[in-house]
């Protein structure tokens, strides 16, 4: 097992991570967010990606989440852990809790960069089920184990809910806001869907752990909210989804695989061998390479 995590800049500097090293990635579909750091926690091997680079200079519309995945298939990744800042729709689901999702819906125009199938090669992959069923319960178990050993133990680990992605940069108008709740829905981010389709076609366990660091506009405390609130919230969540990290990999060796996920493209990719793009099929071999030589 080989876990990789996508997060905020700030998970950069894990404790207890141990052999660290940077690494530069270069993939058919350009250059990922930033160099991977790689190392080792309990003796797993690990591979952080900080989602928006050091620093955080690359909005989400400018993220190339094909690099990213692409990155983390040639690394030899088996599962992806997102660590995700999200704006909760639920009164129930409070900043600094956390939110195991189980789905997502697209508020994205963006389709054909969540996908890297096309240009002569065809492929649908099953999403009904978006989430790594193994990776999620063992994300809430170690969230909750986290929550115990913290000084506040008042955060609630929500083990599903709904992430909307929306496209952004602006965030959501108060009927937008307004609508999502109506529906149902838990959190909104802007990042997570295209990280979880493209984890998929890539045979990859997948599961975001969003971290909740305010109420998105619909709530009536909204214009009390202040950016040192919001700061706050981001500081206290980064410490405890280092502790999160941490824990996934010591117990990630115990996951048997037996999810759908390591054989997606089993019955999805539909191009015959002989009528595909032969680039395409040379770029795509990371990806489609077990069952098109």
Known sequence: MKLGVIGGSGLYQIEGMEDIKQQQIDTPFGSPSDKFVCGSIHGVEVVFLPRHAQGHPLMPGELNHRANIYAMKTLGVTHILS????????????????VIVDQYFDRTKRGSEHTFFGNGIVGHIAFGHPVCPELAILSAAAATEAIKKSDNTSRVVHDSGTYVNMEGPAFSTMAESKFYRSMGWSVIGMTNLAEAKLAREAEICYC????????????????????????????ANTAISKDIIRRVAEKIATLKRACACPSALACAIITSPDAMNPETRKKLQPIIGKYVK
């Open 83 to 98: 660590i995700s800042a999200v704006g909760s729709l639920k009164e129930n689901m409070k900043p600094r809790d956390i």
């Open 208 to 235: 975001t752990v969003a971290m909740v660091t305010d109420y998105d506009c619909w709530h009536p405390d909204h214009d009390h909210v202040t950016v040192d609130m919001v700061i706050g919230h981001l500081v």
